[in-house]
């Protein structure tokens, strides 16, 4: 049985995280390479945990995580889509099984808020962890200049924690952010869309949606 840590450890998957990554650096994205990767990974495993999938299951999730902004290899536009059409033939040649390939590509080819929605557990906690991720390490260039131009860096350097928790029925986006670098509005400025598909993920799981900036709740 193929494993999260058999994909985690190849090397081909690896180079295309990475040349991902570098097409993303060049037309001024944040890093979207293994530490986001991972975290997106483990984070989303421990949201099917919290709310009773097996550990089989978890290990689809870490696998659709880890690999899930695969398809900026291609092109930014379209990424999710063209993401699953790379992990069916990735984990169709690596041996993985009909129906353990079709809910990891679906949920990759649904985790983007332009044209994804959570069709399954397991692509509700990919959107959930992916779109949770919002940390002042994803920003490439952290000079005063460069935040000062760029709102998307802006709000990713202001996020200085960020923690998504289950418990009691809900799912918890807590988030501290430096309101001399970025207001809360600037957050929602370009986050909006991205909080309303984790709400709607939420719900597929059975959960209630808060967001909390700076201790205030949001949502």
Do not use: W
């Amino acid at each position: 049985m193929q494993t999260f840590e058999s994909i985690r450890k190849d090397k081909a998957i690896a180079t295309y995280i990475e040349a991902a990554d570098r097409s993303l650096s060049a037309i001024g994205f944040t890093e979207h390479s293994f530490p986001h990767a991972l975290r997106v990974a483990e984070v989303a495993a421990s949201i099917l945990a919290a709310v009773g999938y097996d550990e089989r299951m978890q290990e689809l999730a870490r696998i659709a995580g880890y690999m899930h902004d695969i398809g900026n290899l291609v092109n930014r536009q379209r990424h999710s889509e063209t993401g699953a059409t790379l992990a069916f033939t990735l984990l169709s040649a690596r041996g993985f099984s009909p129906d353990e390939i079709a809910p990891i590509v679906s949920a990759i080819g649904n985790h983007d808020e332009g044209s994804g929605s959570p069709v399954s557990p397991l692509a509700a906690a990919l959107i959930l962890a992916d779109k949770s991720d919002v940390r002042r390490s994803r920003v490439r260039d952290g000079s005063l200049g460069h935040i000062a131009t760029d709102i998307h860096d802006r709000v990713n350097y202001s996020a200085t924690d960020a923690r998504l928790t289950v418990k009691d029925g809900e799912v918890t986006l807590s988030l501290t952010i430096d309101t001399a670098i970025s207001s809360v509005l600037e957050y929602f400025e370009i986050f909006t869309e991205r909080m309303l598909l984790c709400r709607k993920a939420a719900m597929t799981l059975g959960l209630r949606f808060r967001l909390f900036a700076n201790g205030q709740a949001l949502f």
